[in-house]
């Protein structure tokens, strides 16, 4: 089994690596080539947070658990220490020796100290009295002052410095202030790391010293949150606890200067309690995440994409032109939207906003899993709780990354009078549905929206999703009764139309792999997910291949599943990257609807253990013939060998396919993007549905 599938944490690090060829496209603008270096900077952050931590967290506990490709979780570390110094250094390559010197030819400069220029300098002192200096402090180690405590992803300046007087040497530690921008503009265009500026006047903090040497290093630590008791009496207050706790996971890389003096880097191990493997060396700035404030600050639209504006669903956009409500349009028949193609805020958010606002509306429930600091959903909630309809929240309070936000709405929630939940204990809420109940002439009426993604405004312009708002009785019954499992007590409902995990999502996609072997070559699987990594699904596929199914995969992430043996031939692996995050779950089995029809499913749900085990997911069916033929449409332009992507070979590996040049006419999201358009357009003129 292991020739044949990938290893997790591997797998996981060749998609940063897809995203880093992104930067590699000369077809596309220079600005954007310097955001895929900043995404993959944040994403092997992030990785290192909670993917190597969690291996580390195995090695230091004894715990041995061979993965499914048979790797220890020290041989893990072993690998991904290796291929991360690959990464690193393609990483840096392209910066400093591709992208700055082309950005410098439109007059655009990323710069060190001694690069800039003597009026650049003098404004650049005058920023650090004003600005750095009132808050720097220099943390001195010495008997009297031990080692000081590194937080998390911070960049911090260590300084040898000596006593003139005694000759006594001693290090320093100057954290760079988190709050401020990382790169200081010192003039048009030009851009200076801001530790750049402090180390230039290191020896104003330390008055009558004599710096031997600065260098910058950064330190990065476990930020997993992992509950004491699942049980806990007041979840809330204990994730609140483990937030807290979380500044002080223990660290699990070292990023240095590549000319970090020798005694410096073996203080700083020992007292982070790390070994030399876990040292990553640059040459580069550190944190290049930051790279994004370039991007933000340069006002050149030659070096940026062409927006690309995002329409309101075509029978939305009548029916706010006759005055009427989203609630008139899905009594009409469902309505599939797509973003950010097609807008979040004229459909989802208003589609809450409608509930909250309607005196015939008596209720609303949701689930959020990731939600923005300045939600209008949130806004929505609050304000229907406020006026007296009967809302409820259920919050995941242990979303990775975003605690502290959905701590901060659920306070704020309950305080509006919003019945506020935390799930089920031991399982994960990743669903993402919203129920609404009116009042209407024939008697109460519920609608509901089933969606891929988030109800978060910030993400949904730029990651891909797909939702279904229905009033289909079926559909609403089973969301009634998902609701009930969630906030009430209830064994595990039966649902007519949802597949639900964790009880029914693996049972159902066994069945439905399975009636497609019984198809053999006539037998067609196609899906649609940020990964795969299930093993019992992984070997499922493969015996479906053997039976001569065609399997047909887009897996934007981690891939488990290697095309390669006898079978190989019927599996087709592909990964579509681009200025959107392809984050759509969209299912479509050749036979496994009512009398061997297609079946089309979308929903929260990837084909990882967690998903299928360990969450509460939602997928919902798409029944509609317009609906289906835009999903064949998307899968169809996904699929097509006219577009740039990456294709898994057979032995696991990934290479770039289709043409040699990422423009418009070859990137897949503008084709979507394009046609989604168009049909809107034609919609509107011809004030008929069309895809909507």
């Not at 499914?68 to 690959?86: F, H, N, T, W």
């Not at 008055?207 to 476990?222: A, K, L, Q, S, W």
């Not at 981690?558 to 990257?577: D, H, Y």
């Not at 289709?658 to 394009?674: K, M, R, V």
Request: net charge negative; charged share 25%; hydrophobic share 40%.
């Amino acid at each position: 089994m292991s020739r044949w599938y990938g290893n997790r944490e591997l797998s996981w690090l060749d998609f940063n690596g897809r995203v880093l060829a992104l930067a590699k496209e000369s077809s596309l603008p220079l600005l954007e080539r310097l955001k895929f270096l900043a995404i993959f900077s944040s994403n092997l952050d992030e990785f290192f947070q909670v993917r190597v931590a969690a291996l580390k967290g195995q090695v230091a506990a004894g715990l041995m658990p061979a993965s499914p490709d048979g790797l220890s979780p020290q041989r893990q570390l072993r690998e991904i220490a290796r291929y991360v110094d690959k990464l690193v250094d393609e990483h840096e390559h392209l910066l400093l020796d591709v992208l700055i010197p082309e950005l410098r030819t439109h007059d655009v400069g990323i710069v060190r100290w001694d690069e800039l220029t003597v009026d650049e300098r003098n404004d650049a002192t005058t920023y650090f009295h004003r600005q750095l200096f009132p808050v720097l402090t220099p943390l001195a180690v010495d008997p009297a002052h031990p080692f000081p405590y590194v937080s998390n992803l911070a960049i911090s300046l260590g300084v040898l410095v000596r006593n003139p007087l005694t000759m006594e040497q001693r290090f320093a530690r100057v954290k760079v202030p988190s709050l401020i921008k990382r790169f200081f503009q010192v003039s048009e265009g030009r851009f200076v790391p801001v530790e750049d500026v402090i180390a230039a006047h290191i020896g104003e903090l330390f008055e009558g010293m004599t710096i031997v040497h600065v260098t910058t290093f950064r330190v990065t630590r476990n930020a997993d949150l992992t509950l004491e008791s699942e049980d806990a009496d007041d979840l809330l207050a204990a994730v609140e606890m483990e937030l807290r706790r979380r500044r002080f996971g223990r660290a699990v890389r070292l990023e240095v200067d590549d000319n970090i003096d020798p005694s410096v880097l073996s203080l700083l191990l020992e007292e982070l309690e790390l070994e030399p493997t876990d040292v990553s060396r640059h040459r580069a700035p550190l944190a290049t995440s930051a790279l994004w404030e370039i991007h933000a600050a340069v006002d050149n639209p030659a070096l940026k994409d062409v927006p690309w504006q995002s329409v309101t669903a075509g029978r939305l956009a009548a029916a706010d032109g006759n005055d009427q409500s989203i609630f008139s349009v899905l009594r009409t028949r469902d309505l599939l939207v797509h973003h950010p193609y097609e807008s979040f805020s004229s459909s989802t958010e208003e589609f809450i906003e409608q509930a909250a606002t309607d005196p015939r509306v008596q209720g609303i429930k949701i689930t959020l899993y990731r939600t923005s600091p300045d939600s209008a959903i949130a806004r929505s909630l609050i304000k229907a709780a406020e006026i007296g309809k009967q809302v409820v929240a259920l919050i995941e309070l242990t979303a990775r990354f975003d605690e502290a936000t959905n701590v901060g709405w659920a306070k704020e929630l309950e305080r509006a009078g919003v019945h506020v939940v935390y799930g089920v204990v031991g399982l994960k809420t990743h669903s993402k549905c919203v129920l609404v109940v009116r009042q209407e002439e024939s008697g109460l009426r519920r609608y509901v929206h089933v969606g891929t993604g988030n109800y978060n405004s910030k993400t949904a312009k730029v990651y891909e999703d797909i939702g279904l708002f229905s009033c289909n009785e079926e559909i609403c019954d089973d969301v009634s009764r998902l609701f009930n499992a969630l906030t009430g007590f209830s064994n595990e409902p039966e649902y007519s139309c949802l597949i639900v995990a964790p009880k029914f999502l693996r049972p159902r996609f066994v069945e439905l792999i399975e009636n497609e072997i019984s198809h053999g070559e006539n037998g067609h699987i196609l899906m649609k997910m940020n990964a795969l990594a299930d093993k019992e699904i992984v070997e499922l596929l493969y015996k479906a291949a053997e039976a001569g199914v065609k399997i047909d995969l887009i897996v934007r992430g981690i891939c488990g599943l290697r095309p390669g043996g006898e079978s190989g031939s019927n599996i087709r692996v592909r990964s579509i990257l681009g200025r959107y995050l392809e984050h759509s779950r969209m299912y479509r089995f050749a036979h496994g609807g009512d009398d061997g029809a297609p079946l089309y499913l979308i929903g929260s749900a990837d084909m990882m253990p967690r998903n299928l085990d360990k969450r509460v997911e939602v997928l919902v069916p798409v029944e509609h013939p317009k609906h289906r033929a835009w999903m064949d449409k998307v899968f169809g332009i996904l699929m097509s060998n006219d577009v740039v992507c990456f294709e898994m070979e057979r032995d696991g590996s990934w290479a770039r396919v289709g043409p040699a040049e990422f423009t418009s006419n070859h990137d897949a999201q503008y084709l979507i993007h394009a046609e989604n358009s168009h049909s809107q357009t034609r919609l509107n003129s011809e004030a008929r549905p069309q895809w909507g």
